[in-house]
């Protein structure tokens, strides 16, 4: 699946596995196991668009995320040893992709906080904080390509364009002067304004939306220049 937002920032982490000599009066350190590589990165998913009377259930859109949790008995388990069962559960490969950066490995953790609500008590916003991990030091070699540029006016990845609200001003008034005279409800709903005619002095507003007829989850914008985060199916490094 490709996600709508590209992230702000990924986190990776590498980890050994040690353990000190305690026959030793130096208690040196030894290493054991390969260690693991780690990857956390925070996902937006928002179906707000269309207004919040017409919008889907966000999580339409974060179960396919959630998929990626679900353990599947391992048919190589299969059996009994010492009449004790063998069987066992694996969670499917991952590899998340964004532009020449890729991890692979599996899904450890999945929090997902809703923070936005429809008036019939839909979800209609998440924010998705997933933790990867795959066994073995895994450090990415840079590629020597070079990055696409984007064009002029493009939004680059993580970075969003606010309007500062001033005084007086209103949701109606910041769409008018964008442009957007008819995309005003959209922009309310999708910056959470319960009350688009009372906007408190600096109030940062989204600006970017349009109001939305269909009902399915709304795709990520093709932008030129901007390459989109992928998660698909993968596999785990040995």
Do not use: C
Not at 60 to 72: I, L, R
Not at 209 to 224: I, T
């Amino acid at each position: 699946m490709t996600v709508q937002f590209n992230p702000a920032s990924l986190k990776v982490s590498y980890s050994n596995q040690i353990q000190t000599d305690g026959n030793s009066t130096t208690s040196a350190i030894q290493s054991v196991g390969k260690g693991d590589s780690k990857l956390a990165v925070e996902l937006v998913f928002d179906v707000s668009g269309a207004g919040a009377a017409n919008s889907l259930d966000v999580r339409q859109m974060t179960k396919h995320v959630a998929y990626f949790m679900k353990p599947a008995r391992d048919a190589s388990t299969s059996g009994t040893a010492s009449g004790q069962s063998q069987e066992r559960y694996r969670v499917p490969g991952l590899r998340f992709q964004w532009g020449t950066f890729f991890f692979d490995g599996i899904l450890v953790s999945m929090d997902e906080t809703l923070d936005l609500w429809s008036e019939d008590g839909r979800p209609l916003r998440a924010t998705v904080t997933l933790n990867l991990s795959q066994p073995g030091i895994h450090v990415a070699e840079p590629t020597n390509s070079e990055a696409t540029t984007p064009p002029t006016g493009a939004t680059q990845g993580g970075v969003t364009p606010l309007t500062p609200a001033t005084q007086g001003s209103t949701v109606q008034d910041l769409a008018a002067q964008a442009g957007k005279p008819n995309d005003w409800k959209a922009i309310a709903s999708q910056n959470g304004i319960e009350n688009p005619r009372n906007l408190a002095p600096g109030t940062l507003i989204d600006l970017n939306v349009k109001a939305r007829g269909s009902l399915r989850p709304p795709s990520p914008p093709a932008v030129p220049g901007i390459t989109r985060t992928i998660l698909q199916p993968g596999t785990v490094p040995p």
